[in-house]
């Protein structure tokens, strides 16, 4: 595919970001409901790639040109990175639960902030700060009410802090790719690279006859659906916002999942939801008000 063009305004990549974000935030709505219907976390993730597989070939029949990429090399470490990733996230869900595993795995824009500055970046004191602020109210939401008591690295704990590692090298590289291919064709490596190292850890036909069942037909479609376009929308924000921004912004989706499962799954609304959601949003405005990052990757 040609070039890409270049925006000239920000502001729609940042609404791109955040409308990706708020679409992956919907996804623990279905997946609980996998869960319910007894799905591994391990047959979930890979329903997420089918479903979004079926999504890419729809569009490249819609739109009669199939994905492709001018940067190969990137685009391999793409789907690799972004398929480890998940399934170490996936790992860290089902040995220490939803909400430490969450918080663990959305440390990535701290690790992806501090692989861009050893690339040449340089984000200010006022978005560090800002980061911080983010990450405590991510903290305060997601963590159960006794917090972290007793905290020890178990081997869940090592996994979900890898997938955040893992995590923030391939945001960089979706940046890379950004400068030449179109948001579902990089989505594409993303799902191939899945599929196949997922495929290893159940029995897929196993898989799709619980699939076609109608109590969990309609939660596995969503979870498709959520994650193709959330990860398309997200990786078109990428184009012309900077790593920086696109980051702090993604701290949106343990935010909106919490939310949903207050106003869908009936979980009680407490007051330190309340309280993390004021400080991610005061931290957004916050670094928003400041001066331009210097330095910045873009």
């Not at 979870?223 to 959330?230: A, I």
């Not at 799954?265 to 309280?275: K, Q, V, W, Y």
Request: aromatic share 12%.
């Amino acid at each position: 595919m040609g070039q890409v063009k270049v925006d000239s305004s920000r502001a729609p990549f940042h609404a791109d970001l955040i409308l990706g974000y708020v679409l992956l935030g919907l996804q623990p709505v279905f997946v609980r409901v996998l869960s319910v219907q007894h799905l591994t976390p391990m047959q979930t993730v890979w329903l997420r790639f089918v479903f979004v597989a079926v999504c890419i070939v729809a569009w490249a029949i819609a739109r009669r040109r199939w994905v492709s990429t001018a940067q190969p090399l990137w685009y391999g470490v793409r789907g690799v990175l972004g398929a480890v990733a998940v399934y170490l996230y996936f790992g860290s869900v089902a040995s220490v639960g939803a909400a430490r595993a969450t918080l663990l795995n959305y440390t990535y824009p701290f690790w992806a902030n501090l692989f861009a500055v050893a690339l040449g970046a340089r984000p200010s004191a006022r978005f560090w700060l800002g980061l911080l602020l983010a990450f405590v109210g991510v903290g305060v939401v997601v963590l159960p009410p006794h917090g972290l008591h007793g905290f020890s690295l178990a081997p869940g704990d090592i996994l979900g802090l890898s997938s955040a590692v893992v995590s923030g090298a391939a945001v960089l590289v979706v940046k890379q790719l950004r400068k030449t291919d179109d948001a579902v064709s990089i989505v594409g490596s993303f799902t191939v690279s899945g599929l196949l190292i997922s495929s290893f850890s159940h029995h897929p036909l196993t898989t799709l006859k619980a699939a076609i069942q109608p109590a969990v037909a309609w939660a596995a479609v969503g979870v498709g659906l959520s994650s193709f376009l959330g990860h398309v929308y997200f990786t078109r924000g990428y184009r012309g916002a900077t790593v920086q921004e696109a980051t702090l912004l993604s701290l949106i989706v343990p935010l909106v999942a919490a939310l949903m499962g207050i106003l869908v799954l009936g979980e009680p609304l407490e007051g330190r939801f309340i309280l993390g959601a004021g400080m991610v949003f005061f931290s957004l405005v916050f670094v928003a008000r400041g001066p331009k990052l210097a330095g910045e990757a873009r």
